[in-house]
């Protein structure tokens, strides 16, 4: 089998993911904390993105690269994010250039549009970035750097902008933009596998009610979702009206990211 690098294995959509990408990958997990419940096929590494060293020896070996590890939160100072999210996932792309590594998928996040309001558009597959918090400007970067990669050699990147990968819809907002584990799974493969990608942006979302991605790239590509975002609401789930008008951001499409002062980055200076 062919081997695959998740980084930030340890965490709730790497967890998630791993039953279904090991079906066809052998693993290689990375985190900064070791990752529980290894079984055939699984092997894990603690190490530190932002140590060059330590990404060269994770990616060596690899046939593919599934980028998930990051920093992030509604109130996350840009200082914080410059090492996990800016230099570690260069370290990665030249890494992957110089093992030979065939695709590199990269979790980039819809609060890179998180700014717009939710009835700005009727789809915001096409609307421009828009980011909501230092967080989702590392992923904007992370998107352009994948770009940059790509059209200056053979790496073919995959990003996939996800909406919410939580195990069941909460609210209002997510139900737009909910995805399984077995559908975020399906797109990640495609991503891994499809002879057409080269340079992609899809979206992680699985079928909605009232969606706010229609994802035409990702189904030109054979995603056809399994699952949808009506049939998994929580027991305490908040209908629009439910949700507090201010706090809650749900008139956004980043939620309560788009809500939240930014830090200024001078006091940090």
């Given at each position: 089998m062919p081997t695959l690098l998740i980084t930030g294995a340890a965490g709730i959509v790497g967890t998630?993911?791993?039953?279904?990408?090991?079906?066809?990958?052998?693993?290689?997990?990375?985190?900064?904390?070791?990752?529980?419940?290894?079984?055939?096929?699984?092997?894990?590494?603690?190490?530190?993105?932002?140590?060059?060293?330590?990404v060269q020896q994770a990616v060596n070996g690899v046939d593919g690269i599934l980028h998930l590890a990051c920093a992030?939160?509604?109130?996350?100072?840009?200082?914080?994010?410059?090492?996990?999210?800016?230099?570690?996932?260069?370290?990665?792309?030249?890494?992957?250039?110089?093992?030979?590594?065939?695709?590199?998928v990269f979790a980039s996040s819809h609060h890179v549009l998180g700014q717009h309001r939710s009835d700005a558009a009727e789809y915001f597959d096409d609307m421009p970035v828009?980011?909501?918090?230092?967080?989702?400007?590392?992923?904007?970067?992370?998107?352009?750097?994948?770009?940059m990669t790509s059209q200056?050699?053979?790496?073919?990147?995959?990003?996939?902008?996800?909406?919410?990968?939580?195990?069941?819809?909460?609210?209002?907002?997510?139900l737009r933009m909910w995805t399984s584990a077995r559908d975020l799974a399906q797109l990640l493969l495609i991503g891994?596998?499809?002879?057409?990608v080269h340079q992609d942006i899809v979206y992680g979302v699985s079928e909605s009610p009232n969606p706010l991605f229609h994802n035409r790239?990702?189904?030109?590509?054979?995603?056809?979702?399994?699952?949808?975002a009506g049939e998994h609401l929580a027991e305490d789930y908040l209908p629009y009206e439910a949700?507090?008008?201010?706090?809650?951001?749900?008139?956004?499409?980043?939620?309560?990211y788009a809500g939240v002062p930014l830090a200024s980055v001078l006091e940090r200076v």
């Open positions: 998630a993911l791993r039953p279904f990408l090991r079906q066809r990958y052998a693993l290689r997990l990375l985190d900064r904390k070791p990752v529980e419940g290894l079984v055939a096929g699984e092997t894990a590494v603690v190490g530190d993105l932002t140590d060059p060293a330590c992030h939160g509604t109130d996350i100072e840009f200082i914080s994010t410059v090492e996990p999210n800016y230099h570690a996932t260069l370290y990665l792309l030249e890494a992957a250039l110089q093992h030979g590594v065939k695709r590199f828009a980011p909501d918090s230092y967080y989702a400007l590392s992923k904007v970067f992370g998107e352009a750097a994948c770009a200056r050699s053979d790496l073919a990147t995959f990003i996939v902008r996800i909406g919410n990968a939580d195990p069941k819809v909460s609210d209002a907002r997510r891994l596998e499809h002879p057409d790239r990702a189904r030109a590509l054979g995603y056809t979702p399994q699952d949808n949700m507090a008008p201010e706090g809650s951001g749900r008139d956004h499409v980043g939620g309560a």
